[in-house]
T-cell receptor, first 114, second 111 residues
Framework: DVKVTQSSRYLVKRTGEKVFLECVQDMDHENMFWYRQDPGLGLRLIYFSYDVKMKEKGDIPEGYSVSREKKERFSLILESASTNQTSMYLC?????????????FGPGTRLTVL | DQQVKQNSPSLSVQEGRISILNCDYT??????FLWYKKYPAEGPTFLIS?????DKNEDGRFTVFLNKSAKHLSLHIVPSQPGDSAVYFC??????????FGKGNQVVVIP
């Protein structure tokens, strides 16, 4: 059973703060993803990673960076948080090379930037 | 541009009746399709999927239909239950390790 965990369920930060969101998966998946979900906009891909130390920009990478130092861990970094980054952040993982690309999601982090 | 489209953002249905959610896609390279269910303040959970070599896949109360020529798929939930009240996302894969998601449909099942 795939388990994806995220470090915080709720987070409140101030404008300009540096924010770290951590994600860990325990199924030895190669692929990991960060999305944000906003009402009416669905899930938008921020960054993804195919392997350790590899990263690819998604559809909305501006204002974010990522780090993948270990296979099981994928971090999302907001270098200087802004109010328009208030959102639900979702991490996901998947096995590379499968027929389906099925992704498994963590519980999400609700980030509020004041 | 939105490659996966879910119109009719919300749907209300009586308990016991059928819920039908629709999804259209534009990319002909998509060959695997998935539905996810999401409760508020939780991550999406995988519900059901279908490969492009099939036109129907069934799992309990959930059935997904695929019409490749129309680039259209639908999710049927029969019978609908109050616990089915959630947002449902349609997603598609071109086997490139990424999923393209629709914007979601809110389903409300009225007891």
């Amino acid at each position: 059973d795939v388990k994806v965990t995220q470090s915080s369920r709720y987070l409140v930060k101030r404008t300009g703060e540096k924010v770290f969101l951590e994600c860990v998966q325990d199924m030895d998946h190669e692929n990991m993803f960060w999305y944000r979900q906003d009402p009416g906009l669905g899930l938008r891909l921020i960054y993804f990673s195919y392997d350790v130390k590899m990263k690819e920009k998604g559809d909305i990478p501006e204002g974010y960076s990522v780090s993948r130092e270990k296979k099981e861990r994928f971090s999302l970094i907001l270098e200087s948080a802004s109010t328009n980054q208030t959102s639900m952040y979702l991490c996901a993982s998947s096995l590379r090379g499968t027929r389906s690309d099925t992704q498994y999601f963590g519980p999400g982090t609700r980030l509020t930037v004041l | 541009d939105q490659q996966v489209k879910q119109n009719s953002p919300s749907l209300s249905v009586q308990e016991g009746r059928i819920s039908i959610l629709n999804c259209d896609y534009t990319n002909s390279m998509f060959d695997y399709f998935l539905w996810y269910k999401k409760y508020p303040a939780e991550g999406p959970t995988f519900l059901i999927s279908i490969s492009s070599i099939k036109d129907k896949n069934e799992d309990g109360r959930f059935t997904v239909f695929l019409n490749k020529s129309a680039k259209h798929l639908s999710l049927h939930i029969v019978p609908s239950q109050p616990g089915d009240s959630a947002v449902y996302f349609c997603a598609a894969s071109a086997r490139n390790n990424r999923l393209a998601f629709g914007k979601g449909n809110q389903v409300v099942v009225i007891p």
